[in-house]
Each structure stands twice: as C-alpha cells, then as structure tokens.
C-alpha cells in the first residue's frame, strides 16, 4: 500500500506542477501577443506618421472618395517649422481658407508645381492642422501634422514623386473632437 500512495503522490505532484507549467507558459504567449503588435495607427497626428488613407497604390480614388487602407511608413511628411517662415519665402497673402475661415493656407497656392523641399505655410486658429499630398496616379505620396505657434503653420514638405506623377491635390484639415475632419482645404497641384 505504501508503494501505491507514495506513486499516487508522485503523480499529483507532477500533475500540478505541468498545470502550473502550462499556465505560465500561456500567460507568456499571451504577453508576447500582446506587447508584440505594432503601434495603432488611430493616431494619425505625428509628421510622417501614418493615416488610413491609401499609399502608391491601385485602391486610390481621385477626388474627395478617398478609400481607407494603411499606408507604409516609407511615406514622406515634413519638418515641422512652427509657425515659422523665412524671410525670403513669398507667401499669398490672400491665401485658400476653409468654409470656416479656422484655416487659411498660402503656401503653396493652386495648380503650382509641387516638389519636395517646398514649403507648406499658412494661418489657422486651431492647435494644429494635418495635411496630406496625393497623387492622382498613385495615391498618398505624404501626410502629417503641423502645430500652430501664435497663429501660424509651417513645415518643409519632403516626399517621393513617382515617374507617372503629374497631377494632385493637397489637402489640410483639422480633426474635431470624434477624430472627424474638418475645416478642410483642398488644391489641386502639379508635380
């Protein structure tokens, strides 16, 4: 009898110390899990950052019936100036506002030819404004958030021109407090 319980006891032990084995080991696959995957992309409001709009790629709808998809992070934005322009920057001093007038843009103006390196300015009387470049071949060339400082929004765009790229448009909106876009502008360009 004394064999029996002692294996009795031998098995409950090794019984309860696999349950235990098993339950750390879930736990550990589910960190992983957890702590493994990427970043949201609801947060659309960092220069360069990503938005759910769609990249160079055949699901891009011209005009405002923009279709959602993520885009890749080898997408351009801008260097955030802060409101801040250089002297020997000309800007359209009457500029394209939105139907709220909360944001004017005067740089770049319409139907100007668009490269990287120029530079994205204008007034605004919201905390920050978000633009985005698309092209009407290939869809999202960049996007981002620029903070306004005193009234004012600058940034130096940077982005990758496609060879089929010729025509776009550039928009700039600001979010409301549901993550809806509002006060949009919206020019067309040229590359």
Known sequence: MKKTKKHSSSFARYWVALTILVIVAGGLIYGFR??????????????GGVDKLPTAQNNYQSGNGHSSSSSSSSQGGAIDQNGQTSTSTS??????????NAITLQQPIANSTLISGDTISGTATVSSVDYRILDDANGQLAQGTLNVVNGSFSG????QIYSNSTTGQLDVYSYDANGAEINNISIPINF
């Open 34 to 47: 957890y702590y493994d995957k990427p970043t949201s992309t609801v947060n659309t409001k960092q220069t």
């Open 91 to 100: 800007t359209n001093s009457q500029g394209v506002s939105s139907t709220s």
């Open 156 to 159: 130096i765009l940077q982005f």
